[in-house]
């Protein structure tokens, strides 16, 4: 561009911008439109700023809240976790306390102690080579060697071995077990015998003319002086003849001894005959 057109050109923005000073100056016009689009461009960030801190605001709140929800919600599942606790317990001790009753429904022997004991082991012993169960009785409260274990069902077993605060129970199951028993429609006595555990009991010395049949509920006769006298023990399961003068008997015990919780001990009265309780007898066979 030449040095005449840039004169010519600065005279005449001169010029203009005289022009519209003089023309502002009378008529305020350029004050006002200035004035107006800083305030409406103020007026823009202002609004943005405004709507970034309320929104910021809404988020912390939201999250204020949330937070209060959450805690709301740990105390609601910890008061919940509470009282599922405290349902169980309480049904727990409703179904001990109606295995209780039934305890104590039991007919108690004329002259025989009846003492409760709570289970608190199973199968005690080296390798667990007998069927037992540890009960939270000794023999200073009634649970001398020797003595009577039975449940709302029947028979169990009898005390094994004892300590002071503690006893072993020698299961019906056991091989070393032998309880003298009597049917109760027939009459027909025998020795009942445990064969292991999971494998049925045997009646021994059953002559093949006798009148037992399957399904007859064997009682203990008392004549070995070990149990009282007709506490339910175990039903006839089958009955067989065989090379043998006596019949081949196999029976059930009644009682099943994995969910006792609760036994009853059968303490023998003053004076009475208590065979020695120590001796495990071995199995024989016939």
């Known amino acids: 561009m030449s040095t005449r057109r840039i004169i010519i050109s600065v005279v005449l923005a001169l010029l203009a911008f005289l022009g519209m000073y003089t023309w ?4 305020g016009q350029w004050d006002w439109l200035a004035a107006n689009s800083g305030l409406e461009i103020a007026g823009g960030v202002l609004r943005a ?3 970034v801190g309320d929104t910021i605001s809404s988020i912390w709140n939201r999250y204020i809240a949330l937070i209060d929800v959450q805690e709301e919600n740990d105390q609601l599942r910890r008061e919940v976790a509470s009282l599922s606790q405290a349902l169980v317990a309480s049904r727990e001790d409703q ?23 709570r289970v608190l082991a199973s199968r005690i012993g080296p390798n667990a080579s007998l069927e037992t169960l540890l009960l939270a009785r000794g023999y ?8 009577a274990v039975a ?6 077993g009898r005390v094994y071995k004892a300590g002071p605060g503690t ?3 020698l299961l019906l199951s056991d091989v070393g077990s032998r309880v003298a028993v009597v049917a109760a429609q027939s009459r027909v006595q025998g020795i009942l015998a445990g064969m292991g555990a999971g494998n049925p009991m045997e009646m021994f010395f059953v002559k093949q003319n006798a009148p037992l049949e ?17 506490i339910p023990v175990a039903r006839v399961l089958s009955v067989k003849t065989g090379p043998s003068p ?11 001894f994995t969910t006792l919780e609760e036994v009853l001990l059968y303490e023998r009265p003053v004076g009475f005959f208590m065979p020695d309780a120590g001796d495990v007898y071995v199995h024989s066979s016939r």
Request: charged fraction near 25%; aromatic fraction near 2%; hydrophobic fraction near 45%.
């Open 167 to 169: 006893s072993m129970v």
């Open 49 to 51: 700023v405004h709507g």
């Open 140 to 147: 200073l409260d009634g649970a001398a060697p020797g003595t």
């Open 151 to 156: 449940s709302q069902d029947g028979l169990v």
């Open 246 to 256: 006596t019949l081949e008997i196999a029976a059930e015990p009644l009682v099943q």
């Open 214 to 230: 399957e399904g007859e509920l064997l009682l203990t006769s008392g004549l070995d002086a070990a149990y009282p006298k007709g």
């Open 24 to 27: 502002n100056q009378r008529t």
């Open 95 to 117: 179904a001990e306390l109606e295995r209780l009753r039934r305890l104590l429904r039991l007919d108690v022997p004329e002259d025989w102690n009846v003492a409760a004991a």
